[in-house]
């Protein structure tokens, strides 16, 4: 079946669709993006996804970002286009087109904007059902990673090398050795007293959008959360490590680097989150899904 994608103002096809060489995503990853998955027929948290787009485009300064009610019919479309139910849609919007140079264009140069669609979401079943393991490294990143720049070179080393190790993610750790996130991905662990743990909202990380609706099935569930900075030590010795995020969902880890998490199995809060989670996805509305407002 013919894919299509939305550049620019235009429905085209995925193998004929084409941006400038001077598209300052290109030349400087001057641009923010966003991953929403599609789930029969609905968009997980799109809501979510749009507020933290346009926080993302006014941290970056563009001068007139296109507006969440075009951009969420524009999606529906390209996704109508492409009938997909269970997949991923990606939206990038950057700086727009204007000849090299590194200050901002003018004001008069429009942002890009390209949505993409493609099939099949999640983690295999055997991950979910097993656990992954992480990779340990250090985080080279820049200093705002709540911004979801497109700029993602350091994610793509760690995720390179954390699959070149056998492992599923690379574990992030701060020069101060506190752990971030993983390149893709937002992890939690749960303490000795059963509580779950992770990390402060800050510059340090992104503000994953799974990662707030994780938490608010948590304390329905009525198990307590707590956001706090937590050291490799701790997440070693944890009871529980999961990871949480529109691809991964809710994903039990196993092991980091040659360190087996507890008894090596997913724990019972990550299995209870993982299926709550799920649940959530399976009780979506495909018509309310698809509003912005
Ligand atoms: N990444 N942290 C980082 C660095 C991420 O890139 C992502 C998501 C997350 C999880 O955020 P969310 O729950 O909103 O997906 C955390 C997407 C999936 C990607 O780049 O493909």
């Not at 993983?182 to 510059?203: E, I, Y």
């Not at 900075?229 to 994903?251: H, I, K, N």
């Not at 299995?271 to 709550?276: A, F, P, V």
Request: charged content about 25%; overall charge neutral.
């Amino acid at each position: 079946m013919t894919r299509f994608a939305y550049v620019n103002g235009r429905y085209e096809t995925h193998s004929g669709a084409t941006v400038s060489i001077e598209d300052r995503g290109y030349q400087f990853a001057d641009g923010v993006y966003e991953v929403v998955a599609l789930w029969n027929g609905c968009a997980v948290d799109l809501i979510g996804h749009m507020d933290r787009l346009e926080r993302s485009m006014a941290e970056v300064q563009f001068p007139n970002p296109p507006g969440r009610r075009a951009l969420g019919v524009v999606a529906h479309e390209v996704v109508r286009l492409n009938r997909v139910r269970t997949g991923i849609l990606y939206i990038q919007i950057n700086r727009g087109t204007a000849p090299r140079n590194h200050p901002f264009p003018g004001e008069d140069v429009r942002c890009s904007i390209v949505m993409t669609v493609r099939h099949g979401l999640g983690p295999s079943a055997h991950d979910i059902e097993n656990g992954v393991s992480l990779k340990v490294q250090d985080d080279q990143r820049w200093k705002r990673r709540d911004i979801k720049t497109i700029g993602l070179l350091p994610n793509v080393l760690t995720k390179q090398a954390a699959k070149a190790a056998g492992a599923f993610e690379a574990l992030l750790i701060n020069p101060d050795g506190t752990v971030t996130e993983a390149s893709a991905a937002n992890v939690w662990l749960v303490d000795k007293d059963g509580t779950l743990v992770t990390r402060p909202l800050g510059p340090e990380i992104l503000g994953g959008i799974t990662r707030a609706r994780v938490m608010a099935i948590a304390q329905e569930a009525g198990r307590p959360v707590r956001e706090t900075v937590f050291t490799l030590e701790d997440v070693l010795a944890a009871r529980e490590v999961f990871l949480s995020g529109t691809t991964t969902f809710v994903l039990p880890v196993t092991r980091i680097d040659d360190t087996v998490i507890a008894n090596g199995h997913p724990g019972e809060a990550a299995c209870d989150l993982r299926d709550r989670y799920q649940g959530y996805l399976n009780a979506l509305e495909p018509g309310t899904s698809w509003h912005v407002a």
